[in-house]
C-alpha cells in the first residue's frame, strides 16, 4: 500500500549493486514440515456490477490546493530481535558493468501529472497527489495495461494511448477519492493495483486494495475491501466485470474474527494456475496496532469470469507456527505461468508461492526462502471447494538483508528548493520477495538485498533465485537449480522484477540509481553479465515524501513494486519507476507543471519496456 507519509514496510534500508550469477543444487528439510494446518473458510466474492475505461468529460489539471494527501494508513511489519538461523554477513560482489542501450526499447508510461490529473466529469479533480506508484503491468493479444497509485492506461504495443489515464476509483464506481469543496468530501481509500493477462482465457484481472472512509473526516473504516476487476472479452478497452470481497476479517458479514480487527489486506499480491485465482495480503487492523500475517484467497478463474457473485476460499497464513520464535509470515508471493507455459496439474492442481523470512531485526542475514503450495485447486470450481495450504519447505542458498537507502545523482530539485529542504535518498525495497513466476518447471524470484561493491560496502542489490519444486501426493519438497547476485560498483538497484517465458528464459527489471545516476529504467538478462539501461533518467527525484514541510525525513518513497511479464511471442515486457523530466526553480515558479510534465508535489514517471530474452 501508498501512503503519503506512511513509512515504508519492513524497516525499509538502502544499497546498491549488481552480482554475478552461481548455480548448483542447496536444499533443506523444512523445520516446520508437521506443523498444523492453517484455519481457512469460505469467502463471498460479490458480484457489485460492470464498468469500462471508455470513460468520458474532461479531465482536470493539477493545482496547488490544500488536501493534496489522503488519509493515512501506515503499517509496519513487526521485526523480532530473537535469534534466528543467521547465515553470516551480507553478500558481496564486483558488480556488473553498464551498458546504455542505444535505442530506448520501450515507451514512457504513466506519470505523476497523469495520475494527479486522471478523473473525467464528475470526477475530474477529485485524484490525491501520490507516491510512490505502486506500478502494476500485463500484457496480451496485443494491448498492453498498466496500472499505477490510482490511475491505469491501456496502450497499443508500440505505445500507443488506447485509453485516457484513468482514475481507478472511476473505474471501479468507487465514489471520488476527494472532492474539493469548501467541506471537502472523502471517498474510499484505494491503493496496491496489480494486473494479470490470463494467457488460457484471455481475460485481464486487475486488482485494489479499499478501505471505506469516513465521507466528512477521511478516518479510514470500519470495513475494507479487495476489488478485482475483470474483462468480459479479451479486448482490455471493452466491458469488465467488478468483484469485491470482504477483508476486515472482524467476525461480520462472514468473515472470521481476527485479533485486534477490523483490519484491511495491505500489499494485496495476485498469482493463477489453470483452476483459481489468487490473492494474497498482508493483514493489519485499521485503528490499532498489530500484524496478523499473510493472508491467502483461493477464487475460482471461471467463476470470476461468468459475471456473477461467486465463492472462494479464504486461508490464515499467518496462523503458521515459523522456524523463528515471534515471526509471522507475511508477503506471501503467488505464481502466475506464462503463455506457452504449463500449469502444475499435481494434486489435482498446484498453485506455487514464495516467501522470504527475516522475522528477525533489520540487521540480521538469513539464506532461506520458503516454498508453498496449494493443492487441490481443481476442487475450486465446485460447490465445495476444499484446498489445501500445507507448511512451507525452506531451501537455503544465497543471503540476503534489509538493505539501506539508496543514492541518486545531484540536479533540479525545484520542490525541495522551495520548501527549503536537501535532496534526499530513495526507499529501496525492504528483503521481501517480489512477484513469482512459474516457469519450464521451476519458481523464479528474486528481492533486494544489502550487498558490498568495490566502490560502497553499503550497496543495494538483488539476489534471486529459480527454484525446482516437488509436489508429489502433497508431498511438498524443493531445491535451487540456479542463483546469483545483481549489483552495480558504485551505485544502487532497487525494486527488482523478473519476467520469464515458457521456456525458462527471464529477464529482471529494476531502477538504476547512484551518485552518477539519475533514477533510470534498467534490466538484467538472466545469465548475462551487463546491465542495460533502457531508460535514463533526466533528474533527481522531488517528491514531497522526502521532506519535512510534509512529514518527511529526508527519504523518497519509490516503488513499491516493479513488473515483469512475458508476452506470446517469449518477449519479456517490463515496467518501472524513474525519473523523465526535469526543470528549474525559475521554470518551477512560472509553472509548477513543468510542461505538463509533474506537478507541485512530485515528479515520479514509469517506463515501460520490451526486449528479448
Known amino acids: 500500500m501508498r501512503n503519503n507519509r506512511r513509512t515504508l514496510l519492513l524497516g525499509l534500508s538502502f544499497l546498491t549493486v549488481f552480482a554475478l550469477v552461481g548455480s548448483g543444487v542447496f536444499f533443506v528439510r523444512s523445520t516446520i514440515a508437521h506443523a498444523a494446518a492453517p484455519s481457512s473458510g469460505a469467502v463471498s466474492v460479490t458480484y457489485v456490477g460492470s464498468t469500462s475505461l471508455n470513460v468520458s468529460g474532461s479531465s482536470s489539471q493539477a493545482t496547488n490546493t490544500g488536501n493534496e494527501f489522503g488519509p493515512d494508513a501506515d503499517e509496519n511489519v513487526p521485526r523480532n530481535a530473537t535469534t534466528q538461523n543467521a547465515a553470516g554477513s551480507a553478500p558481496s560482489t564486483a558488480g556488473f558493468s553498464v551498458v546504455t542501450d542505444a535505442a530506448q526499447p520501450g515507451f ?102 479499499e478501505i471505506d472512509a469516513n465521507p466528512n473526516t477521511g478516518a479510514l473504516g470500519p470495513r475494507a475491501h479487495e476489488y478485482i476487476a475483470v474483462s468480459q472479452t479479451a479486448n482490455p478497452t471493452g466491458k469488465w466485470n467488478v468483484y469485491n470481497f470482504d477483508t476486515t476479517d472482524d467476525g461480520q458479514n462472514g468473515t472470521p474474527s481476527n485479533p485486534g480487527c477490523p483490519c484491511f489486506g495491505d500489499q494485496p499480491l495476485i498469482g493463477a494456475d489453470a483452476n483459481g485465482f489468487y490473492v494474497t495480503t498482508n493483514e493489519f ?7 496478523n500475517g499473510a493472508q491467502v484467497y483461493a477464487i475460482s478463474k471461471a467463476g470470476l469470469e461468468t459475471g456473477h457473485s461467486t465463492a472462494g476460499v479464504h486461508i ?23 503463455p506457452g507455459g504449463a500449469y502444475e496439474s499435481a494434486n489435482n492442481g498446484t498453485e506455487y508461492f514464495l516467501s522470504a523470512l527475516q522475522f528477525s531485526n533489520a540487521t540480521q542475514v538469513d539464506n532461506r526462502v520458503a516454498v508453498w503450495a496449494l493443492t487441490n485447486t481443481g476442487s475450486l470450481g465446485s460447490k465445495n471447494p476444499s484446498v489445501a495450504l500445507a507448511a512451507p519447505y525452506l531451501v537455503t542458498g544465497e543471503s540476503y538483508a534489509n538493505p539501506s537507502a539508496a543514492d541518486q545523482k545531484a540536479g533540479l530539485t525545484p520542490l525541495a528548493d522551495a520548501v527549503h529542504a536537501p535532496e ?16 519450464n518447471g521451476k519458481l523464479y524470484a528474486g528481492l533486494n538485498t544489502a ?15 529459480a527454484i525446482t519444486p516437488s509436489d508429489p501426493n502433497g508431498a511438498l519438497s524443493a531445491s535451487i537449480s540456479s542463483q546469483g547476485y545483481v549489483a552495480v560498483n558504485g551505485a544502487d538497484v532497487i525494486y527488482p522484477s523478473i519476467g520469464v517465458n515458457a521456456a525458462g528464459q527471464g529477464v529482471m527489471t529494476f531502477t538504476l540509481t547512484g551518485h552518477d545516476y539519475y533514477p533510470s529504467a ?33 527519504t523518497y518513497r519509490w ?31 512560472k509553472d509548477t507543471t513543468c510542461g505538463g510534465t509533474r506537478t507541485y508535489y512530485a515528479n515520479w514517471g514509469t517506463f515501460i519496456s520490451h526486449v528479448t530474452p
Open 316 to 338: 490464515n497464513a499467518g496462523a503458521l507456527p515459523t522456524p523463528d520464535r515471534g515471526g509471522v509470515w507475511y508477503s506471501v508471493q503467488p505464481a502466475t505461468t506464462p
Open 559 to 589: 516503488g513499491d513494486y516493479s513488473a515483469a511479464v512475458a508476452g506470446s511471442d517469449g518477449s519479456i515486457w517490463m515496467a518501472v519507476e524513474y525519473i523523465g523530466q526535469s526543470c528549474s526553480d525559475a521554470e518551477f515558479n
Open 285 to 291: 487492523p485499521i485503528s490499532t496496532s498489530g500484524f
Open 451 to 465: 550487498i558490498a561493491t568495490p566502490a560502497n560496502p553499503n550497496s543495494v542489490g538483488i539476489a534471486y533465485w
Open 522 to 554: 534498467a534490466y538484467y538478462k538472466l545469465g548475462d553479465s551487463v546491465v542495460h539501461i533502457a531508460a535514463s533518467g533526466v533528474g533527481p527525484e522531488d517528491g514531497f515524501t522526502a521532506y519535512a514541510a510534509f512529514g518527511g525525513t529526508g
Open 108 to 209: 514512457a508510461g504513466i506519470n505523476h501529472f497523469q495520475q494527479r490529473t486522471a478523473g473525467t466529469g464528475s470526477y475530474a479533480g477529485t485524484q490525491f497527489s501520490l507516491e510512490p506508484p505502486d506500478q502494476g503491468l500485463c500484457v496480451g493479444n496485443g494491448y498492453v495495461l498498466e496500472a499505477v497509485n490510482d490511475a491505469l492506461r491501456v496502450y497499443s504495443a508500440t505505445g500507443a494511448a488506447l485509453t485516457t489515464t484513468v482514475a481507478l476509483n472511476q473505474f471501479y464506481g468507487l465514489a471520488p477519492s476527494i472532492i474539493r469543496t469548501a467541506s471537502p468530501v472523502y471517498g474510499p481509500f484505494t491503493s496496491d493495483p496489480k494486473c494479470y493477462f490470463d494467457p488460457s482465457t484471455s481475460r485481464w484481472f486487475v486488482s485494489l486494495l
Open 424 to 439: 534526499g535518498h530513495l526507499a529501496s525495497n525492504d528483503d521481501r520477495m517480489n512477484q513469482v513466476v512459474y516457469a
